[in-house]
């Protein structure tokens, strides 16, 4: 009986050592992990403040966001604070970036400064409008943008446009970062290296994209002020050689439009991210295009002066000595200090107070940046975005540092090869707004938001990009490249995309939902 009892004391024992193990396995890799990093099938973002630790919630609290990609349902939709739609992009686009942009129509391009001006505003103002009008979805349906591209492209091929566009972000983020990093060493160009202030810039930029929604808004909605009185000061001390342009003949067709696909790249690609900044805010009684003007007009009113001042100062370097000096040792920056150099030390202030003015592009294009990487794989819609935006630091540093010593080749490399991707992209969710789905966002069903086989194949979408690539090739003038139809005309890559695209998808995904039965 004694042995009897031991052996069941034992059993006892085991059974219960093994229960714990399970349990904490369990824990670790069964529902207190891998349930962690699984999403459920039309999860959408849910707030449950009991179940986070004090110091969370404090987080939380104190306006870190916590969600990610998950959609947003209408009644956490309730920013009414629509005016800050202007601020976000008005203050991302007010800031030394659009400069060296705009310098490229007279200083690379050719062009005078007045078809330069010309060309900027006709191509802005047509460009503005895709993103714009991609933003009020955000608004409407509670998607991501990336998210909603699901609706035409599907769970899997959706994947083709988000690795374009976390790129053609990063691409801004290293814009920004090299200009502003050039304009710190300027002040110093013997014991300051561009890398130093690239790192500087990126480490900033960091800590806003860091905590979320309301602190990019918030940032945006003050930054401009500062950047705009740093640059009215810059041309009113600096601006006295302006009228100094160098003598061009009259642009030609193949300038213009050339130069007009570099300008369709730097607008259209907003189309990408638009909807990112706008899923909070609330739907009910507010015009669509009041969200449509705030949207567009401060993409517009933020870049377009800019991007023409830079064209004056591109025309302007060759026969202003100082400024062609030191443009040649640290770009645009380098500018900016001689053209503040009248004002001593104070002047020194304005270049740095400049070399900042680029956080608030960094800040916000990384924020989409770590959205994006989040739709890589199901599992990493639960993993926390900080994580997401350090890696996007670790990378961006060194590829800035590398792509700032060819930083104008690198420019006009990445703007006119941008533009022909997001002319695809922004083609197939509008057509699909509009036509398919006759601009009805509850079609945008959140119960299916990350389900594949609920959601469109795809092939339509995709099929209509690959379709376009036949006259884009030819169509298209890189830098290393330039296409039979292209050196007639001209880039027209931009075009093509975005034309040959939509007619394509039409008629791809009329058959596609024919067989399908629905959307």
């Given at each position: 009986m004694g042995d009897s009892a031991l052996d069941v004391e034992k059993q006892d024992f085991y059974e219960r050592k093994t229960a714990v193990q399970d349990v904490r396995s369990k824990s670790f890799f069964g529902s207190g992990f891998i349930s962690r990093l699984s999403v459920k099938d039309g999860e959408v973002y849910e707030v449950h403040p009991e179940k986070h630790p004090k110091w969370y919630q404090r987080l939380l609290d104190a306006g870190v966001e916590e969600n990610g990609i998950k959609p947003v349902p209408l009644e956490q939709r309730t920013v009414?604070?629509?005016?800050?739609?202007?601020?976000?992009?008005?203050?991302?686009?007010?800031?030394?970036?659009?400069?060296?942009?705009?310098?490229?129509?007279?200083?690379?391009?050719?062009?005078?400064?007045?078809?330069?001006?010309?060309?900027?505003?006709?191509?802005?103002?047509?460009?503005?409008?895709?993103?714009?009008?991609?933003?009020?979805?955000?608004?409407?349906?509670?998607?991501?943008?990336?998210?909603?591209?699901?609706?035409?492209?599907?769970?899997?091929?959706?994947?083709?446009?988000l690795l374009f566009n976390a790129a053609t972000m990063t691409g801004f983020c290293l814009a920004s970062a090299m200009v502003g990093g050039q304009t710190i060493a300027a002040l110093n160009p013997d014991r300051v290296a561009v890398s130093v202030g690239i790192v500087i810039v990126c480490i900033v930029s960091f800590v806003v994209s860091l905590l979320g929604f309301k602190a990019v808004h918030f940032f945006e909605r003050w930054t401009w002020i500062p950047n705009l009185i740093s640059l009215v000061i810059v041309v009113g001390c600096g601006g006295k050689h302006l009228h100094l342009q160098a003598e061009q003949p009259p642009a030609t067709a193949y300038q213009v439009i050339s130069y007009g696909c570099l300008i369709a790249g730097y607008f259209i690609t907003f189309g990408g991210c638009a909807s990112d900044y706008t899923v909070y805010h609330n739907p009910r009684g507010v015009s669509k295009i009041k969200v449509f003007l705030y949207m567009y007009m401060g993409l517009l009113t933020g870049a377009v002066p800019l991007l023409i001042l830079g064209a004056a100062i591109g025309g302007a370097v060759p026969n202003v000595a100082s400024w062609e000096k030191a443009y040649e040792v640290t770009g645009i920056g380098g500018v900016m200090d001689e053209m503040m150099s009248p004002a001593g030390g104070f002047g020194k202030f304005i270049v740095v107070m400049l070399a900042l003015s680029v956080i608030g592009n960094v800040s916000l294009t990384t924020y989409s940046i770590s959205l994006n990487i989040q739709m890589l794989l199901p599992p990493f819609a639960k993993v926390p975005r900080f994580i997401f935006i350090a890696i996007t630091l670790a990378i961006l540093i060194p590829c800035a540092i590398k792509a700032a010593q060819e930083w104008e080749e690198s420019l006009s490399n990445f703007l006119s090869l941008i533009g022909y991707w997001a002319g695809c992209f922004d083609a197939v969710l509008i057509v699909e707004l509009v036509l398919f789905r006759r601009m009805d966002y509850s079609t945008f069903d959140h119960a299916i938001w990350n389900v594949g086989r609920k959601l469109p194949p795809g092939i339509a979408a995709i099929g209509a990009c690959i379709c376009s690539m036949g006259l884009v090739v030819p169509g298209m003038a890189a830098p290393w490249f330039t296409g039979p139809i292209a050196k007639t005309t001209g880039d027209i890559g931009f075009e093509m995309a975005f034309a040959v695209t939509a007619v394509c998808y039409v008629l791809f995904r009329w058959i596609e939902i024919k067989v399908r039965g629905r959307f």
């Open positions: 009414t604070q629509y005016n800050n739609l202007f601020t976000v992009f008005f203050a991302s686009l007010l800031n030394l970036l659009p400069i060296p942009t705009g310098l490229l129509a007279t200083y690379v391009y050719g062009m005078s400064l007045r078809d330069s001006a010309l060309t900027i505003l006709f191509f802005a103002l047509l460009t503005c409008i895709p993103p714009a009008f991609m933003g009020i979805g955000g608004m409407e349906t509670g998607l991501r943008q990336l998210v909603q591209a699901r609706y035409s492209f599907g769970k899997y091929f959706v994947m083709v446009p």
